[in-house]
């Protein structure tokens, strides 16, 4: 288990060094004139770009420049320090205040998934054709056709505005109950994907030799269901419930903006559209970090569940 778990480390460090390059090259190495670039479409004086220049390494110009100032980058990312944003705010100081609020906003999302998702998933695989299984395959399918950018429009509108039963948006300190609205709205694709996907394992499980023989053995359906069958069903389940919490965290762009909520999201959506570089950067290489652990815990869960994998 050990070397299954240090060798998945040094996966991880090659990937987010991968990453961030990626991701700094699209960001600075692509623009022709870099401090034009950080600054955005405002106007750049002599004395800021002087500024500019020596404070990102500027004057280091080509591949060489550029792996310098990535190297820069990097040093001061394994510090701890992130940097600041174009407007002058230590990009770690947005990110204290908005990752609270994100973490409960996808915690909320993956709880929807689970509960309701993989339940009702456990109760259609098990009754397979039955009313139920077919009401819920229509409902999921209803829920994956429509995007995330309609579903929270309408439900703001039906849920908040018209039917009053949620606050429309979160404000600046949102409480629980205010994010409970667009914590469903995120968590409803994950809650469709994750019914079908615990269905079908549910089902394919329950048509294994092993069931059989447990059956022929005299155990009640019960026991046959909840130790033998849930055990091997929920290992892909997991797998995508663990990848999900790190898309959650990053892909809640959309959800923020529809409810105003103040999250990484929201902040990165704005990084963007005002085009501050160094906070999109940073925003990136953290929730490529938080992505990377998620994998890594669902990883280790997925060998525990299942100790071949380890041996692979």
């Given at each position: 288990?050990?070397?299954?778990?240090?060798?998945?480390?040094?996966?991880?460090?090659?990937?987010?060094?991968g990453?961030?390059?990626?991701?700094?090259?699209?960001?600075?190495?692509?623009?022709?004139?870099?401090?034009?670039?950080?600054?955005?479409?405002?106007?750049?004086?002599?004395?800021?770009?002087?500024?500019?220049?020596?404070?990102?390494h500027?004057?280091?110009?080509?591949?060489?420049?550029?792996?310098?100032?990535?190297a820069?980058?990097?040093?001061?990312l394994?510090r701890?320090d992130?940097?600041?944003?174009l407007?002058?705010?230590?990009?770690?100081?947005?990110?204290?205040?908005a990752?609270?609020?994100?973490?409960?906003?996808?915690?909320?999302?993956?709880?929807?998934?689970i509960?309701?998702?993989?339940?009702?998933?456990?109760?259609?695989?098990?009754?397979?054709?039955?009313?139920?299984?077919?009401?819920?395959?229509?409902?999921?399918?209803?829920?994956?056709?429509?995007?995330?950018?309609v579903?929270?429009?309408?439900?703001?509108?039906?849920?908040?505005?018209?039917?009053?039963?949620?606050?429309?948006?979160a404000?600046?300190s949102?409480?629980?109950?205010?994010?409970?609205?667009?914590?469903?709205?995120?968590?409803?694709?994950?809650?469709?994907?994750?019914?079908?996907?615990?269905?079908?394992?549910?089902?394919?499980?329950?048509?294994?030799?092993?069931v059989?023989?447990?059956t022929?053995?005299?155990?009640?359906?019960?026991?046959?269901?909840?130790?033998?069958?849930?055990?091997?069903?929920?290992?892909?389940?997991?797998?995508?419930?663990?990848?999900?919490?790190?898309?959650?965290?990053?892909?809640?762009?959309?959800?923020?903006g529809?409810?105003?909520?103040?999250?990484?999201?929201?902040?990165?959506?704005?990084?963007?559209?005002?085009?501050?570089?160094?906070?999109v950067?940073?925003?990136?290489?953290?929730?490529?970090?938080?992505?990377?652990?998620?994998?890594?815990?669902v990883?280790?869960l997925?060998?525990?569940?299942?100790?071949r994998?380890?041996?692979?």
């Amino acid at each position: 288990m050990f070397r299954y778990i240090v060798r998945r480390l040094l996966q991880m460090v090659l990937a987010f060094f991968g990453t961030t390059l990626i991701v700094y090259a699209l960001m600075f190495a692509g623009q022709g004139d870099p401090i034009q670039a950080l600054a955005g479409e405002r106007p750049v004086t002599a004395a800021q770009r002087a500024y500019l220049t020596e404070k990102y390494h500027l004057d280091a110009t080509g591949i060489g420049g550029f792996f310098y100032r990535y190297a820069d980058y990097v040093g001061n990312l394994l510090r701890g320090d992130l940097g600041e944003s174009l407007t002058g705010r230590r990009i770690a100081d947005i990110l204290a205040q908005a990752w609270p609020v994100t973490v409960r906003l996808a915690l909320i999302a993956l709880a929807v998934a689970i509960l309701f998702g993989v339940t009702a998933g456990v109760v259609a695989g098990i009754r397979r054709a039955s009313i139920f299984d077919n009401a819920t395959l229509v409902l999921t399918l209803l829920v994956l056709g429509i995007p995330t950018i309609v579903l929270a429009p309408l439900a703001q509108y039906f849920l908040g505005v018209k039917w009053q039963l949620f606050p429309p948006t979160a404000g600046a300190s949102p409480s629980l109950y205010a994010l409970l609205l667009p914590g469903i709205v995120l968590g409803s694709l994950s809650l469709a994907t994750a019914l079908r996907l615990t269905r079908t394992s549910v089902a394919e499980n329950l048509r294994a030799d092993y069931v059989r023989t447990a059956t022929s053995k005299g155990l009640r359906r019960s026991r046959v269901v909840s130790v033998h069958v849930l055990r091997n069903s929920l290992i892909p389940v997991v797998t995508f419930l663990g990848v999900e919490l790190g898309n959650l965290m990053s892909g809640a762009i959309i959800t923020e903006g529809v409810f105003n909520i103040p999250g990484v999201g929201f902040n990165l959506f704005r990084a963007i559209k005002t085009e501050d570089g160094p906070l999109v950067v940073g925003i990136v290489s953290v929730l490529v970090l938080v992505y990377l652990v998620s994998n890594l815990v669902v990883d280790v869960l997925y060998a525990v569940l299942d100790p071949r994998i380890r041996y692979e």
